[in-house]
């Protein structure tokens, strides 16, 4: 993959989501889903850099035996920064061919919650996805048109879930 880059202090996201705090490097880290970049803001020298990914990149999480795992395109994948590498461990093969994973969240299980949608964002025929130790299974309605916001309550119990386009 390329080497990382310092970002111009005047670029902008095309569409930049999926904060996430990384807190064993001091560093906030985001994606530039249509950009197609993993980002990330080094506090202590304010450096932000990007690395390139090859397809649109929902959302980035970190792992708990280093690396992160990352929604990218219509599948998920593991990723280091430092050497950078992606490698593609799984592909939704039930999703329509226009669809793209969006928002992700962590809950304290460990488990990951990311929705699909198209990428017209036009139609709901995006799903709602747990991954848990390796599995992945659909997890909720498949009505999505664009999945965003998963908010798990502490006890991990329940979860809500928006989306945009329905303003629901």
């Keep these: ?26 560093s906030l880290l985001w994606t ?3 950009g197609q970049t993993i980002n990330r803001l080094d506090l202590g020298t304010g450096t932000v850099m990007h690395w390139p990914t090859p397809d649109v990149i929902g959302w980035i999480i970190a792992r ?28 939704l093969g039930e999703e329509p061919d226009d669809n793209r994973v969006n928002d992700a ?13 198209p990428l017209d964002c036009r139609r709901p025929v995006g799903r709602l996805y747990c991954l848990d130790r390796g599995a992945v299974r659909i997890a909720g309605p498949d009505a999505y048109t664009i999945p965003n916001g998963p908010a798990i309550a502490p006890d991990g119990r329940s979860m809500l879930q928006t989306d945009s386009a329905l303003r629901t």
């Design 1 to 26: 993959m390329t080497a990382p880059r310092i970002i111009e202090r005047d670029r902008v996201d095309r569409l930049g989501e999926g904060l996430f705090w990384s807190a064993p490097d001091g």
């Design 64 to 91: 708990q035996q280093g690396g992160f795992v990352a929604g990218l395109g219509r599948g998920l994948a593991t990723v280091t920064l430092d050497p950078f590498r992606i490698e593609l461990f799984h592909r």
């Design 32 to 34: 530039d889903i249509l």
């Design 105 to 117: 969240k962590a809950d304290a299980r460990g488990r990951i919650w990311f929705g699909t949608m």
